[in-house]
Structure formats: C-alpha cells, structure tokens
C-alpha cells in the first residue's frame, strides 16, 4: 500500500505510538466507531505505527477495542511513513501521534501533533474532515470555530463589507 494509491480520495492519517499501550487503544476504538461517519464523508483512515503486520495481528486478536477496527492498520517498521510526515521520536523509536487530513489532491488540509500521554478525539478530527471537504466544495466560504454540518459559514469578503 502507498500514499499514492489514495489518490483523488480523501484519506486521514492516524500516526500512533505503539501497540499495546494505553491510549492507543482508546484513539483507534473511538475511530473505529466513527468509521462509518469517515467513510459517508468519502475518507479513508489507515492507522500507523512502527510495529508490524504481525504485532498489529496479535493486538487485534488480543484486544476488544482493536478488535473493532476495520479500517487498514498500517505497519511502518522502518519508519518511513513516520518520518515523511515528521513524526518520529529517533531517540525512542516511536511516534508521536500525528493526525492529517489529505485531500483528494494529495494537499495537507489539517495537521495536529502532540505528545503521547493525550489522546485525540475521533469527532474532532471528523469535524475538521468534514469542515475542509466543504470549504473545497464552497469558494469564498470559511469555516468558524466548531462548525458543524448545516451550520452557518462565513464570507469573509461579504462580512468585511461595511467594516473598514
């Protein structure tokens, strides 16, 4: 698999520590309850650690919360994937958790990185999906802070009117 096969869709990378751990399983739980959101808005999400395929397999057999995942678990050994997008700790061999929305166009719409004692929130970053796909269906309209689906946009050259 590779980025490029995602091409002219919208994809969300997950970048996470580690398998087996703590609030990992608590991030790819909540998002594997919110795939089905992520994939009506036409996104795909692959997941990304440094472990392999074959510790991706024993996680996912062994855990509940794992076991609902059914979006692509992504192993990235030797941290390439990580280090393209500047996630990766090279004194602990891990990553630090790194969420990005890519357009169908290849273009980085959303970055959030952080350290890896918080987890991140699968609605949030369903919410900024959804808020970049309709700024690229919209010309002219911007989003506002949590703005959700149906809810009122700006018009930033139409709200400045009337202003100077």
């Given at each position: 698999?590779?980025?490029?096969?995602f091409?002219?869709?919208?994809?969300?990378?997950?970048?996470?520590?580690?398998?087996?751990?703590?609030?990992?399983?608590?991030?790819?739980?909540?998002?594997?309850?919110?795939?089905?959101?992520?994939?009506?808005?036409?996104?795909?999400?692959?997941?990304?650690?440094?472990?392999?395929?074959?510790?991706?397999?024993?996680?996912?057999?062994?855990?509940?919360?794992?076991?609902?995942?059914?979006?692509?678990?992504?192993?990235?050994?030797?941290?390439?994937?990580?280090?393209?997008?500047?996630?990766?700790?090279?004194?602990?061999?891990?990553f630090?958790?790194?969420?990005?929305?890519?357009?169908?166009?290849?273009?980085?719409?959303?970055?959030?990185?952080?350290?890896?004692?918080i987890?991140?929130?699968?609605?949030?970053?369903?919410?900024?999906?959804?808020?970049?796909?309709?700024?690229?269906?919209?010309?002219g309209?911007?989003?506002?802070?949590?703005?959700?689906?149906?809810?009122?946009?700006?018009?930033?050259?139409?709200?400045?009117?009337?202003?100077?």
């Open positions: 698999m590779k980025i490029s096969d091409e002219g869709k919208w994809l969300v990378l997950l970048f996470y520590p580690a398998d087996f751990t703590f609030i990992c399983p608590t991030e790819l739980e909540e998002t594997a309850d919110y795939y089905e959101e992520f994939k009506k808005a036409g996104a795909e999400i692959l997941s990304v650690s440094t472990d392999t395929a074959f510790v991706h397999k024993a996680w996912h057999d062994h855990s509940p919360a794992i076991k609902k995942i059914q979006y692509p678990m992504v192993a990235d050994p030797a941290a390439k994937l990580c280090r393209y997008f500047d996630t990766y700790l090279d004194d602990e061999g891990i630090l958790r790194g969420s990005f929305i890519i357009d169908p166009d290849g273009v980085i719409k959303a970055i959030e990185i952080h350290d890896n004692s987890g991140r929130s699968a609605e949030e970053i369903l919410r900024k999906l959804q808020a970049a796909i309709f700024v690229r269906g919209h010309e309209e911007v989003c506002p802070a949590n703005w959700r689906p149906g809810k009122k946009t700006l018009r930033p050259e139409l709200d400045l009117v009337g202003r100077i």
